[in-house]
C-alpha cells in the first residue's frame, strides 16, 4: 500500500461558494474540455446520446432544493477531489500509482502504473474518482497540474480550467496552507467548512455556506432541513449537506 509524504506548508486547493454558484456546470465542461487532452487524458465517453450515457467526469454538479415554500432555496453543489491531507485513496492503492505530492500537497494518479483495481473509488467517501472504461485506469481532479506551473501561459490562466471558467466567481484558487492567503481569509471571514469532517481524511478544499436571503430574511438553511434547532449557521448548513449527500 502507498504511504503518504509528510505534510508540507504548502496546500493547494480550491473554495467554493455555494452562495454565487449558479448551476451553470461551466466549471464541469471547462474541466472535461481542457483534461481531454494533456496530463488527465483521455477523458472518455461512450453512447453520449444514446440510451446509456456514462463516462468520466472529474467535475460534477448537484443540485437540491432545500426547505420549503417561501423559505426553500435551490443550493448547487459542485463536487471533486478535495485533495485530502491524509486521502484513503491514496493508503489503498496497491501499486504507488495514487499519490500525494509533498511539495504542494495535490493528489495524483499515475497511469502507467494503475491497474484499474478501483480501489481508491471504494475508499473515498466524497466519490471523487472515476473510472474510464476505455482507458482502464482511474481518472481525478489534478487541479490542472499542467496549467497552474505553465509559465508559458498569462499570469490570469494559471489557475484550475474549472476557476478560469466560473462566470460567477464562485470558484477560489490558492495556497489553503498559507494564512495569509486570499483563500485562507475567505474561509475564515465566511466561516468555510470542510465536507464530512467526522471521516478524518482533512479535506484541503472548503465550501462557502450560503448567505441569508434577503428576500424573506430566512436563515440561510430553513429550521425545518436542520438535524438540530441550535448551532452557528455553518453547522446547520453542515448538518443538511451531510444528510443530502448521505442519500
Not at 500500500?1 to 461558494?17: E, F, Q
Not at 509533498?102 to 491497474?115: E, K
Not at 472504461?133 to 505553465?150: A, E, Q, S, W
Request: net charge neutral; charged share 20%.
Amino acid at each position: 500500500m502507498t504511504t503518504l509524504p509528510p505534510s508540507g506548508a504548502k496546500k493547494l486547493g480550491l473554495v467554493i461558494d455555494l452562495d454565487t454558484c449558479v448551476g451553470c456546470h461551466a466549471c464541469a465542461t471547462s474541466c472535461k474540455e481542457w483534461n481531454a487532452v494533456g496530463y488527465s487524458a483521455p477523458l472518455t465517453d461512450q453512447d453520449a446520446h444514446g440510451a446509456d450515457p456514462h463516462g468520466t467526469w472529474l467535475n460534477r454538479v448537484h443540485s437540491y432544493e432545500v426547505g420549503d415554500g417561501a423559505a426553500s432555496r435551490t443550493v448547487h453543489f459542485p463536487r471533486s477531489c478535495l485533495h485530502c491531507e491524509t486521502p484513503a485513496c491514496v493508503t489503498v492503492c496497491p501499486t504507488g500509482a495514487s499519490y500525494k505530492r509533498a511539495s504542494d500537497g495535490i493528489v495524483l494518479v499515475n497511469p502507467d502504473t494503475c491497474i484499474g483495481c478501483k480501489l481508491c473509488s471504494w475508499a473515498c467517501p466524497y466519490g471523487a474518482r472515476e473510472y474510464d472504461y476505455v482507458d482502464g485506469t482511474m481518472k481525478k481532479c489534478t487541479l490542472c497540474v499542467d496549467r497552474i506551473y505553465n509559465e508559458t501561459m498569462a499570469p490570469e490562466d494559471r489557475v484550475p480550467a474549472c476557476v478560469r471558467a466560473c462566470p460567477t466567481g464562485a470558484r477560489h484558487f490558492g495556497d489553503l496552507g498559507d494564512p495569509q492567503s486570499a483563500v485562507s481569509q475567505l474561509v475564515r471571514e465566511r466561516e468555510g467548512f470542510d465536507l464530512l469532517p467526522e471521516m478524518g481524511f482533512l479535506p484541503v478544499n472548503k465550501y462557502l455556506p450560503p448567505r441569508p436571503r434577503r428576500d424573506s430574511g430566512t436563515s440561510a438553511v430553513p429550521a425545518a432541513t436542520t438535524a438540530e434547532p441550535s448551532g452557528s449557521r455553518t453547522d446547520r448548513f453542515f448538518a443538511w449537506v451531510d444528510r443530502a449527500l448521505s442519500r
